[in-house]
């Protein structure tokens, strides 16, 4: 057969007085297959077009790599008897068992009465894969109102002896439901068919489902055949398979991806490996944060209950909640708050941590953002976590990053005191003449970040050298005038203690060296704020620097009223 992955041919086969290969009866009387490829492929399949009454039944097969599936009806023939068959064949590379599931609702299927020439066109399988999509969504949306008892009893049966040739005789729900139920809860592709007249013929899948109304054959077959619900031998798996099928119920496909097997379930042993691995104990799925959450509910077993209150999750516990989902991490944290138990609350500041550091190094889901305010952060475990990311035990390296780092801040409900430290120990590997630029360049902007960073300043130390280019980056920067108007804008009282703040830091004890407030107050601008010339002023240790400022301050009063000459 053509290796394109992107091909799938159909067959058609219905009654006809001369099939495309000749004969009479129920054949294939239309098909985008080569003629000598038809006739290979009529060998192994004549015998699996024919249904038992009822709905439509589908057929999934592997053969070397090359799957088919069928759809097949039980319908009248030409002189309108009873017992004849309609199939419609797809046969590609690139189908699956989940597709299969899928195209059980395709409209592309052929009817009774519908006329198909007989050069029919291949299919695109991009086009059947999005039509399968579709389908399986709608598949999975009914599959999670299957009872899990039934479900459990399913898997149970299918893992007690991987591969062996299985038939479900009279299942109490639906065939797809059943396979779809089994594909998602443990990824495990299978061969089947939903609806066959007997399970004693040639190229049979590995499972098949006959229904009440087949009148299969009761002669002895080599295959398994079981009523699911019905008395068995006890199952060692039950446990498990019940607590996996009710994870389904609850969560769906997306909730089983983290149990999936890590390798094909081929043996026995594979199986008890798996079961192993994803449980806590038997029925007890190894998942901490459904336990959690399921706690606040009072949904849990009284076995789960032992195991959550054991102690046995401790050592799973930070793993768990580093691979959970910012969405359901910050779900769970919001239940266990609410109507968490002594035991699930004993895990809340290692959720809470959790969520900071996420939060700290990169965006949160749209989900986990909304449920965020309805949470309470401890400011111990805050200051803890926030101390172990990046800005703060590290650094920051831009404005960004700090305006980013104190946006996070003002989310939770720190005190001013948590805050200043916080702040100060991320600016403090940065010199004091780049935190004032990074100031006058962006801070008017961002008065949030601005006004935490000049409160955080004082007790600053650094070198003369140090000192110098700080004082030259405040005089560079206008005396930082506009990001104190930002802050303080309402009276020149206002913004004195920003401007104290500044001086202070910028200056220190140079601000008693007349040489050097000579120098300042010649490069101040002709409008410098007089709420800075009184803090020069005031923190002048001398009565000769007081003077040089009382001068400036005079003369630019005078300037400033035109009288600058006189």
């Keep these: 057969m053509n290796a394109d992955l ?24 239309a098909s985008s297959l080569p003629p000598d490829a038809l006739d290979q492929w009529d060998q192994r399949l004549h015998e699996l077009v024919w249904a038992a009454p009822g709905p439509p039944g589908l057929v999934f097969l592997d053969f070397d790599g090359v799957k088919v599936l069928i759809h097949k009806k039980d319908v009248p023939d030409a002189n309108g008897r009873e017992g004849s068959a309609l199939a419609h064949v797809l046969v590609g590379r690139s189908l699956n068992a989940w597709h299969a599931l899928g195209l059980s609702t395709w409209d592309g299927w052929s009817g009774e009465g519908d006329e198909v020439p007989e050069e029919l066109p291949a299919l695109h399988a991009g086009w059947l894969h999005a039509a399968a999509e ?53 990824g495990e592709p299978l061969t089947f068919a939903t609806a066959e007249p007997g399970d004693t013929g040639r190229h049979l899948p590995r499972v098949v489902f006959l229904t009440a109304a087949s009148g299969f054959s009761t002669h002895a077959t080599t295959r398994t055949r079981v009523r699911l619900g019905g008395p068995r031998e006890a199952n060692p798996l039950r446990h498990f398979t019940f607590a996996l099928a009710d994870r389904y119920a609850r969560r769906g496909y997306e909730g089983m991806t983290a149990l999936l097997p890590a390798q094909p379930l081929a043996t026995a042993a594979d199986v008890e490996a798996w079961a192993r691995r994803v449980q806590f104990e038997p029925g007890v799925l190894a998942d901490v944060m459904d336990l959690l959450s399921r706690s606040t509910k009072g949904e849990l077993t009284p076995v789960e209950e032992d195991v959550l209150r054991s102690g046995v999750v401790d050592e799973h516990i930070v793993e768990q909640i580093r691979r959970t989902p910012d969405g ?12 968490g138990s002594a035991t699930a609350r004993a895990s809340e500041h290692r959720m809470l941590g959790e969520l900071v550091r996420r939060m700290a190094t990169r965006p949160l889901s749209e989900r986990a953002r909304q449920l965020v305010p309805f949470l309470r952060f401890d400011s111990t475990t805050l200051v803890n976590e926030l101390a172990r990311t990046k800005p703060v035990a590290h650094g920051v390296d831009s404005w960004q990053e700090l305006v980013a780092f104190v946006g996070l801040l003002t989310t939770f409900s720190l005190t001013d005191e948590r805050c200043l430290g916080l702040v100060a120990r991320a600016t403090s590997r940065l010199q004091t003449a780049t935190l004032v630029r990074w100031l006058h ?20 130390k650094g070198s003369g050298e140090q000192r110098k280019h700080a004082r030259e980056a405040f005089l560079l920067g206008n005396a930082l005038a506009n990001v104190v108007d930002v802050l303080r804008p309402q009276s020149a009282s206002a913004a004195v203690p920003l401007f104290d703040v500044l001086v202070g830091v910028v200056f ?40 040089l400022v009382a001068d400036a301050a005079a003369r630019r009063y005078f300037e400033g009223n035109g009288l600058a000459d006189r």
């Design 6 to 29: 992107s091909r799938v041919d159909q067959v058609v086969y219905r009654w006809s007085a001369r099939s495309l290969l000749g004969r009479r009866g129920v054949g294939p009387v």
């Design 134 to 186: 579709q389908g399986l969504w709608a598949l999975r949306g009914s599959v999670r109102g299957l009872s899990p008892a039934l479900v459990g009893d399913f898997l149970a049966t299918l893992l007690a002896e991987p591969g062996a040739a299985l038939t479900v005789v009279d299942p109490p729900a639906s065939p797809a439901e059943l396979l779809c139920a089994w594909l998602d809860i443990t």
């Design 328 to 339: 359901e991490l910050a779900n769970t944290l919001v239940d266990v708050q609410a109507n």
């Design 441 to 460: 360049e962006d801070g008017g902007r961002e008065p949030a970040t601005c006004e935490l960073v000049l409160r955080s300043l004082p007790g600053r």
């Design 508 to 547: 220190g004890a140079d601000l008693g060296s007349t040489r050097i407030i000579g120098d300042v107050l010649e490069l101040l601008p002709p409008d410098a704020p007089p709420a800075l010339l009184h803090v020069l002023y005031t923190r002048a240790d001398n009565a000769r620097v007081r003077r």
